[in-house]
C-alpha cells in the first residue's frame, strides 16, 4: 500500500484493522530512515539507522522461524503415516487418548 492510499486510524476500525494501518505506516517511516544515507558524523541518525535495521532484522527472523515451525508441524501427519507404512503397521490419524493412571496402577501391581 503506498503512502498516499493509507487511512487514517480512526475508531471506527477494529484492532486488526489498526494495527495493519499502523504497521504500514511504520514500515513507511522505517524505509525513510534506512533510506537517508549514511552519514558516520551524525552519531544520532546513525543510531536510529543501525536500531531500525536491527529491529527489522530481527522480526523477519521471527516470522521465518514461524514459517519453517509452521511447514514442519504440517508434514508430521504425513511422516508418520510414511514410517508406519514402512514398519507395516497402521496409524490412526487421530490423536489417541492414553489412560496414563491405568498404566502407573498396573506398573505398582508388578
Same mark, same amino acid.
Given at each position: 500500500?503506498?503512502?498516499?492510499?493509507?487511512?487514517?486510524?480512526?475508531?471506527?476500525?477494529?484492532?486488526?484493522?489498526?494495527?495493519?494501518?499502523?504497521?504500514?505506516?511504520?514500515?513507511?517511516?522505517?524505509?525513510?530512515?534506512?533510506?537517508?544515507?549514511?552519514?558516520?558524523?551524525?552519531?544520532?541518525?546513525l543510531s536510529i539507522q543501525k536500531d531500525t535495521a536491527l529491529s527489522i532484522i530481527? =522480526?523477519?527472523v521471527k516470522v521465518d522461524e514461524s514459517v519453517m515451525r509452521e511447514r514442519r508441524?504440517?508434514?508430521?501427519?504425513?511422516?508418520?503415516?510414511?514410517?508406519?507404512?514402512?514398519?507395516? =503397521?497402521?496409524?490412526?490419524?487421530?490423536?489417541?487418548?492414553?489412560?496414563? =493412571?491405568? =498404566?502407573?496402577?498396573?506398573?505398582?501391581?508388578?
Amino acid at each position: 500500500m503506498a503512502k498516499s492510499q493509507l487511512p487514517a486510524v480512526g475508531n471506527g476500525q477494529g484492532s486488526a484493522e489498526r494495527l495493519a494501518v499502523l504497521t504500514a505506516k511504520s514500515l513507511d517511516v522505517a524505509e525513510a530512515i534506512l533510506s537517508a544515507p549514511i552519514d558516520l558524523e551524525d552519531k544520532k541518525l546513525l543510531s536510529i539507522q543501525k536500531d531500525t535495521a536491527l529491529s527489522i532484522i530481527a =522480526t523477519q527472523v521471527k516470522v521465518d522461524e514461524s514459517v519453517m515451525r509452521e511447514r514442519r508441524i504440517d508434514r508430521l501427519p504425513d511422516m508418520l503415516r510414511r514410517l508406519a507404512e514402512a514398519r507395516g =503397521t497402521i496409524v490412526s490419524a487421530e490423536p489417541q487418548m492414553i489412560d496414563a =493412571t491405568a =498404566t502407573l496402577e498396573e506398573a505398582h501391581a508388578r
